[in-house]
């Protein structure tokens, strides 16, 4: 089983910054890639961004390229998402996941495991 653990959420004004953390425990892997996914009120799921371990693959949807970077720490099986200007729209439990596929995807049809969540709220 493959554990994982978001933390960072909270309230911030449009315009500030977030960092969302996800620990992953268990019988973690480095082949399988690791990504973000956000559902807001009354919306389904949405992908946000996804990363290879190695790093060298990073996908991003479209509504979040510039401002959002996906990164990772090998050592500590954590998995970051640093979140700049941010916007009212933004606002959503933030869920990190575990693929089941050896390359970085979108679809959450892909991913096997998931965290709890974590609530980012963006006033304006």
């Known amino acids: 089983q493959v554990q994982l653990v978001e933390s960072g959420g909270g309230l911030v004004q449009a315009g500030g910054s977030l960092r969302l953390s996800c620990a992953a425990s268990?019988?973690?892997?480095?082949?399988?890639?690791m990504g973000w996914f956000r559902q807001a009120p009354g919306k389904e799921r949405e992908f946000v961004a996804a990363?290879?371990?190695?790093?060298?693959?990073?996908y991003y949807a479209d509504s979040v390229k510039g401002r959002f970077a996906i990164s990772s720490d090998n050592a500590k099986n954590t998995v970051f998402l640093q979140m700049n200007s941010l916007k009212p729209e933004d606002t959503a439990v933030y869920y990190c996941a575990r693929s089941l596929l050896v390359v970085p995807t979108t679809s959450q049809v892909n991913y096997g495991y998931w965290g709890q969540g974590t609530q980012v709220t963006v006033s304006s």
């Open positions: 990363i290879g371990w190695s790093g060298g693959s990073v």
């Open positions: 268990g019988r973690t892997s480095k082949i399988f890639p």
